[in-house]
Protein backbone atom coordinates (compact mmCIF):
# COMPACT_ATOMS: atom_id res chain seq x y z
CA UNK A 1 0.00 0.00 0.00
CA UNK A 2 2.92 2.66 0.45
CA UNK A 3 4.28 2.44 -2.67
CA UNK A 4 1.07 3.79 -3.79
CA UNK A 5 0.59 6.00 -1.01
CA UNK A 6 4.55 8.13 -2.22
CA UNK A 7 3.30 7.47 -5.94
CA UNK A 8 0.61 9.72 -5.52
CA UNK A 9 2.44 12.12 -3.62
CA UNK A 10 5.12 12.03 -6.05
CA UNK A 11 2.59 13.06 -8.99
CA UNK A 12 1.48 15.73 -6.92
CA UNK A 13 4.74 17.61 -6.48
CA UNK A 14 6.41 16.84 -9.75
CA UNK A 15 5.76 18.36 -13.17
CA UNK A 16 5.89 16.54 -16.11
CA UNK A 17 6.88 18.88 -19.32
CA UNK A 18 6.19 17.89 -22.59
CA UNK A 19 9.44 16.81 -23.65
CA UNK A 20 9.49 14.08 -20.58
CA UNK A 21 11.62 16.94 -18.65
CA UNK A 22 10.79 16.83 -14.54
CA UNK A 23 10.93 19.96 -12.72
CA UNK A 24 10.36 19.38 -9.28
CA UNK A 25 9.23 21.26 -6.32
CA UNK A 26 12.08 21.37 -3.27
CA UNK A 27 9.32 22.58 -0.99
CA UNK A 28 7.43 19.93 -2.27
CA UNK A 29 10.08 17.26 -1.96
CA UNK A 30 10.52 18.49 1.80
CA UNK A 31 7.24 18.00 2.12
CA UNK A 32 6.88 14.48 0.59
CA UNK A 33 9.75 12.98 2.87
CA UNK A 34 8.06 14.35 5.89
CA UNK A 35 5.07 12.29 5.17
CA UNK A 36 6.93 9.04 3.91
CA UNK A 37 8.87 9.07 7.33
CA UNK A 38 5.52 9.52 9.09
CA UNK A 39 3.51 6.58 6.95
CA UNK A 40 6.64 4.35 7.68
CA UNK A 41 6.13 5.20 11.14
CA UNK A 42 2.12 4.25 10.87
CA UNK A 43 2.92 1.27 9.10
CA UNK A 44 5.32 -0.34 11.23
CA UNK A 45 3.67 0.28 14.02
CA UNK A 46 0.38 -1.60 12.29
CA UNK A 47 2.78 -4.64 11.68
CA UNK A 48 3.78 -4.50 15.02
CA UNK A 49 0.31 -4.54 16.16
CA UNK A 50 -0.87 -7.24 13.83
CA UNK A 51 1.60 -9.29 14.29
CA UNK A 52 1.21 -9.23 18.04
CA UNK A 53 -2.16 -10.09 17.86
CA UNK A 54 -1.56 -12.88 15.02
CA UNK A 55 0.51 -14.74 17.87
CA UNK A 56 -1.79 -14.26 20.68
CA UNK A 57 -5.04 -14.27 18.93
CA UNK A 58 -5.44 -15.62 15.68
CA UNK A 59 -2.88 -18.93 16.26
CA UNK A 60 -5.38 -19.50 18.88
CA UNK A 61 -9.38 -21.22 17.90
CA UNK A 62 -12.01 -19.02 19.42
CA UNK A 63 -15.13 -20.67 21.00
CA UNK A 64 -17.88 -18.10 21.92
CA UNK A 65 -19.46 -19.34 25.27
CA UNK A 66 -22.72 -18.26 26.68
CA UNK A 67 -22.53 -18.03 30.22
CA UNK A 68 -25.55 -16.06 32.51
CA UNK A 69 -26.36 -14.40 29.19
CA UNK A 70 -22.78 -12.85 28.94
CA UNK A 71 -20.44 -13.85 25.76
CA UNK A 72 -16.94 -15.68 26.72
CA UNK A 73 -14.23 -16.09 24.53
CA UNK A 74 -12.48 -19.32 25.61
CA UNK A 75 -9.12 -19.91 22.98
CA UNK A 76 -8.36 -23.49 22.49
CA UNK A 77 -5.05 -24.67 20.38
CA UNK A 78 -3.23 -27.80 19.78
CA UNK A 79 0.31 -27.32 20.80
CA UNK A 80 4.15 -29.46 20.43
CA UNK A 81 5.43 -30.14 23.76
CA UNK A 82 9.45 -31.72 23.83
CA UNK A 83 9.66 -35.04 25.58
CA UNK A 84 12.36 -35.54 27.71
CA UNK A 85 13.65 -38.92 26.68
CA UNK A 86 13.41 -37.27 22.79
CA UNK A 87 10.73 -36.80 20.21
CA UNK A 88 7.53 -34.81 20.76
CA UNK A 89 4.02 -35.09 21.04
CA UNK A 90 0.72 -32.93 21.17
CA UNK A 91 -1.45 -31.45 23.63
CA UNK A 92 -5.02 -29.75 23.87
CA UNK A 93 -4.45 -26.49 25.48
CA UNK A 94 -7.60 -24.43 26.44
CA UNK A 95 -7.34 -21.13 27.66
CA UNK A 96 -9.86 -18.81 29.66
CA UNK A 97 -10.63 -15.11 27.98
CA UNK A 98 -8.84 -14.05 31.39
CA UNK A 99 -5.18 -14.44 32.40
CA UNK A 100 -4.51 -17.47 33.96
CA UNK A 101 -2.45 -17.52 36.90
CA UNK A 102 -3.06 -21.49 37.51
CA UNK A 103 -2.74 -24.41 35.31
CA UNK A 104 -3.92 -28.24 35.00
CA UNK A 105 -2.37 -31.09 33.80
CA UNK A 106 -5.62 -32.93 32.10
CA UNK A 107 -4.97 -36.64 32.15
CA UNK A 108 -6.84 -39.32 29.37
CA UNK A 109 -8.27 -41.72 30.21
CA UNK A 110 -8.04 -44.93 28.30
CA UNK A 111 -10.09 -43.44 25.34
CA UNK A 112 -7.12 -41.22 24.71
CA UNK A 113 -8.06 -37.66 23.81
CA UNK A 114 -11.45 -37.98 22.97
CA UNK A 115 -14.30 -35.18 22.27
CA UNK A 116 -14.72 -35.75 26.06
CA UNK A 117 -11.46 -35.03 27.49
CA UNK A 118 -11.27 -31.71 25.27
CA UNK A 119 -15.05 -30.71 26.63
CA UNK A 120 -13.84 -31.87 29.92
CA UNK A 121 -11.05 -29.11 29.43
CA UNK A 122 -12.73 -25.97 28.00
CA UNK A 123 -15.20 -26.63 31.01
CA UNK A 124 -11.86 -26.09 33.89
CA UNK A 125 -10.87 -22.89 31.47
CA UNK A 126 -14.14 -21.75 31.83
CA UNK A 127 -13.30 -21.80 35.55
CA UNK A 128 -10.02 -19.59 34.91
CA UNK A 129 -7.65 -22.02 33.87
CA UNK A 130 -4.95 -22.73 31.36
CA UNK A 131 -5.62 -26.46 30.37
CA UNK A 132 -3.57 -28.90 29.43
CA UNK A 133 -4.26 -32.30 28.34
CA UNK A 134 -1.45 -34.33 26.78
CA UNK A 135 -1.81 -37.35 24.04
CA UNK A 136 -0.10 -39.98 26.19
CA UNK A 137 -0.51 -43.02 23.52
CA UNK A 138 1.87 -41.00 21.07
CA UNK A 139 4.67 -43.50 21.19
CA UNK A 140 2.11 -46.51 20.09
CA UNK A 141 -0.71 -44.50 18.26
CA UNK A 142 -0.75 -40.63 17.79
CA UNK A 143 -4.22 -38.99 18.16
CA UNK A 144 -6.25 -41.62 19.49
CA UNK A 145 -9.62 -40.20 20.08
CA UNK A 146 -12.11 -43.79 21.18
CA UNK A 147 -15.90 -43.31 22.02
CA UNK A 148 -16.91 -44.65 25.07
CA UNK A 149 -20.38 -45.72 23.73
CA UNK A 150 -18.89 -47.99 21.20
CA UNK A 151 -17.96 -51.34 22.43
CA UNK A 152 -15.77 -52.16 19.88
CA UNK A 153 -13.28 -49.51 20.98
CA UNK A 154 -13.25 -50.13 24.10
CA UNK A 155 -11.28 -53.68 22.84
CA UNK A 156 -9.04 -51.78 21.49
CA UNK A 157 -8.97 -49.25 24.33
CA UNK A 158 -7.65 -52.44 26.71
CA UNK A 159 -4.96 -53.24 23.91
CA UNK A 160 -3.61 -49.60 24.13
CA UNK A 161 -3.48 -49.65 27.78
CA UNK A 162 -1.50 -53.06 27.84
CA UNK A 163 1.05 -51.73 25.71
CA UNK A 164 1.58 -48.13 27.61
CA UNK A 165 4.84 -47.97 29.07
CA UNK A 166 3.27 -46.22 32.47
CA UNK A 167 7.46 -44.70 33.35
CA UNK A 168 7.26 -43.14 30.07
CA UNK A 169 4.03 -42.01 30.49
CA UNK A 170 4.84 -40.03 33.99
CA UNK A 171 7.94 -38.67 32.38
CA UNK A 172 5.40 -37.07 29.39
CA UNK A 173 3.49 -35.77 32.00
CA UNK A 174 6.55 -33.90 33.95
CA UNK A 175 7.12 -32.13 30.33
CA UNK A 176 3.48 -31.09 30.32
CA UNK A 177 3.56 -30.05 33.63
CA UNK A 178 6.92 -27.69 33.00
CA UNK A 179 5.03 -26.80 29.59
CA UNK A 180 2.56 -25.21 31.64
CA UNK A 181 4.56 -23.53 34.22
CA UNK A 182 6.56 -21.70 31.08
CA UNK A 183 3.17 -20.47 29.93
CA UNK A 184 2.25 -18.70 33.85
CA UNK A 185 3.44 -16.41 35.92
CA UNK A 186 6.54 -17.52 38.32
CA UNK A 187 4.30 -18.00 41.19
CA UNK A 188 1.75 -19.90 38.45
CA UNK A 189 0.59 -23.08 40.33
CA UNK A 190 0.03 -26.14 38.13
CA UNK A 191 -2.18 -29.05 39.44
CA UNK A 192 -3.01 -32.51 37.37
CA UNK A 193 -6.35 -34.08 37.30
CA UNK A 194 -6.78 -37.54 35.66
CA UNK A 195 -9.35 -40.16 35.16
CA UNK A 196 -9.26 -43.87 35.16
CA UNK A 197 -5.93 -44.10 33.69
CA UNK A 198 -5.35 -40.46 34.31
CA UNK A 199 -6.63 -41.16 37.79
CA UNK A 200 -4.10 -43.35 38.43
CA UNK A 201 -1.20 -41.55 36.67
CA UNK A 202 -2.82 -38.59 39.22
CA UNK A 203 -1.88 -40.28 41.79
CA UNK A 204 1.64 -40.59 40.61
CA UNK A 205 1.77 -37.29 39.73
CA UNK A 206 1.35 -37.01 43.60
CA UNK A 207 3.83 -39.66 44.77
CA UNK A 208 6.73 -38.72 41.74
CA UNK A 209 6.59 -34.91 40.83
CA UNK A 210 5.85 -31.56 42.60
CA UNK A 211 2.66 -30.86 41.10
CA UNK A 212 0.80 -28.68 43.33
CA UNK A 213 -2.28 -30.74 43.77
CA UNK A 214 -3.18 -33.62 42.25
CA UNK A 215 -7.34 -35.04 41.81
CA UNK A 216 -7.72 -38.52 40.91
CA UNK A 217 -11.30 -39.58 39.66
CA UNK A 218 -11.74 -43.68 39.91
CA UNK A 219 -7.99 -44.03 39.59
CA UNK A 220 -7.17 -48.07 38.56
CA UNK A 221 -4.49 -49.87 40.55
CA UNK A 222 -3.57 -47.76 43.35
CA UNK A 223 -4.23 -50.54 45.65
CA UNK A 224 -1.29 -51.97 44.07
CA UNK A 225 1.21 -49.32 44.29
CA UNK A 226 0.34 -48.07 48.02
CA UNK A 227 4.48 -48.09 48.72
CA UNK A 228 4.68 -44.64 47.10
CA UNK A 229 2.14 -43.17 49.02
CA UNK A 230 5.24 -42.34 51.55
CA UNK A 231 6.43 -39.97 48.77
CA UNK A 232 3.27 -37.44 49.21
CA UNK A 233 4.11 -33.90 49.53
CA UNK A 234 1.23 -32.26 47.68
CA UNK A 235 -2.69 -32.44 48.22
CA UNK A 236 -4.06 -35.42 46.66
CA UNK A 237 -8.22 -36.08 46.11
CA UNK A 238 -9.34 -39.34 45.56
CA UNK A 239 -13.18 -40.03 43.94
CA UNK A 240 -14.20 -43.55 44.41
CA UNK A 241 -17.89 -44.60 42.39
CA UNK A 242 -19.03 -47.13 45.21
CA UNK A 243 -20.00 -50.09 42.62
CA UNK A 244 -16.23 -49.15 40.65
CA UNK A 245 -16.18 -52.40 38.13
CA UNK A 246 -12.61 -51.56 37.77
CA UNK A 247 -11.42 -50.84 41.31
CA UNK A 248 -13.75 -53.44 43.25
CA UNK A 249 -14.71 -52.54 46.96
CA UNK A 250 -11.41 -55.08 48.74
CA UNK A 251 -9.36 -52.63 46.61
CA UNK A 252 -11.25 -49.77 47.71
CA UNK A 253 -11.03 -51.02 51.12
CA UNK A 254 -6.83 -51.35 50.77
CA UNK A 255 -6.88 -47.55 49.36
CA UNK A 256 -8.53 -46.45 52.29
CA UNK A 257 -6.77 -48.23 55.08
CA UNK A 258 -2.93 -47.32 53.31
CA UNK A 259 -3.58 -43.73 53.07
CA UNK A 260 -6.39 -42.62 55.73
CA UNK A 261 -3.27 -41.19 58.16
CA UNK A 262 -1.95 -39.14 55.74
CA UNK A 263 -3.16 -35.61 56.48
CA UNK A 264 -2.47 -35.03 52.85
CA UNK A 265 -4.83 -36.95 50.90
CA UNK A 266 -8.24 -37.21 50.94
CA UNK A 267 -11.04 -39.57 49.56
CA UNK A 268 -14.21 -39.02 48.79
CA UNK A 269 -16.43 -42.33 48.21
CA UNK A 270 -19.94 -41.84 45.90
CA UNK A 271 -22.41 -44.64 46.32
CA UNK A 272 -24.11 -46.67 43.65
CA UNK A 273 -22.18 -45.24 40.77
CA UNK A 274 -19.54 -47.13 38.82
CA UNK A 275 -16.55 -46.22 36.80
CA UNK A 276 -16.68 -43.55 34.61
CA UNK A 277 -19.44 -41.54 36.82
CA UNK A 278 -17.97 -38.38 35.64
CA UNK A 279 -17.86 -38.81 32.38
CA UNK A 280 -20.16 -36.58 30.52
CA UNK A 281 -22.26 -37.50 27.61
CA UNK A 282 -21.85 -41.48 28.05
CA UNK A 283 -24.27 -43.96 29.54
CA UNK A 284 -21.87 -44.10 32.69
CA UNK A 285 -22.39 -40.69 33.33
CA UNK A 286 -24.30 -40.20 36.82
CA UNK A 287 -25.54 -36.45 37.65
CA UNK A 288 -25.42 -36.14 41.19
CA UNK A 289 -22.72 -37.93 41.98
CA UNK A 290 -20.96 -35.81 38.54
CA UNK A 291 -21.58 -32.44 39.98
CA UNK A 292 -20.80 -33.08 43.85
CA UNK A 293 -17.44 -34.47 42.67
CA UNK A 294 -16.36 -31.58 40.35
CA UNK A 295 -18.31 -29.01 43.52
CA UNK A 296 -15.42 -30.97 45.66
CA UNK A 297 -13.02 -30.57 43.03
CA UNK A 298 -13.27 -26.86 42.17
CA UNK A 299 -13.06 -26.07 45.42
CA UNK A 300 -9.87 -28.18 46.31
CA UNK A 301 -8.17 -26.41 43.34
CA UNK A 302 -9.20 -22.74 44.59
CA UNK A 303 -7.72 -24.18 47.91
CA UNK A 304 -4.75 -25.19 46.74
CA UNK A 305 -3.64 -23.49 43.61
CA UNK A 306 -5.68 -20.63 44.23
CA UNK A 307 -8.11 -18.98 41.75
CA UNK A 308 -7.79 -19.92 38.06
CA UNK A 309 -7.39 -16.27 36.33
CA UNK A 310 -5.77 -13.23 37.67
CA UNK A 311 -7.97 -10.27 39.22
CA UNK A 312 -7.92 -6.62 39.14
CA UNK A 313 -8.11 -4.50 42.08
CA UNK A 314 -10.78 -3.10 41.10
CA UNK A 315 -12.66 -6.52 40.93
CA UNK A 316 -11.17 -7.66 44.29
CA UNK A 317 -12.10 -4.21 45.59
CA UNK A 318 -15.76 -4.40 44.43
CA UNK A 319 -16.63 -7.93 45.79
Known amino acids: MLPFVLFGIYKHFIVISPDHVSQVS ?20 LESWIGYWAVN ?105 KAFDLDSGIEDLKASLSFLRQYLSSTGKVGSLGFCLGGKLAYFMATRTDADANVSYYGVDIDKNLAEATKIQKPLILHMGGNDEYVSPSAQAVIQQGLQDNPLVTIYRYAGVSHGFSRVNSSAYRKEAAELASDRTLAFLKQHLGNGSKISNEATTAR
Request: no cysteine; net charge negative; glycine share 8%.
Open 26 to 45: FAGWGLLFQLTAILTFIIDG
Open 57 to 161: LNVLNQVSVEEGGQQDIMKTQNVTIQAFSGGSFSAYLAAPSTQPRAGIVLIQEVLGVNNNMRQTADDYAKEGYLVLVPDLYWRLEPNVQLDPEDKNQWTKAFELL
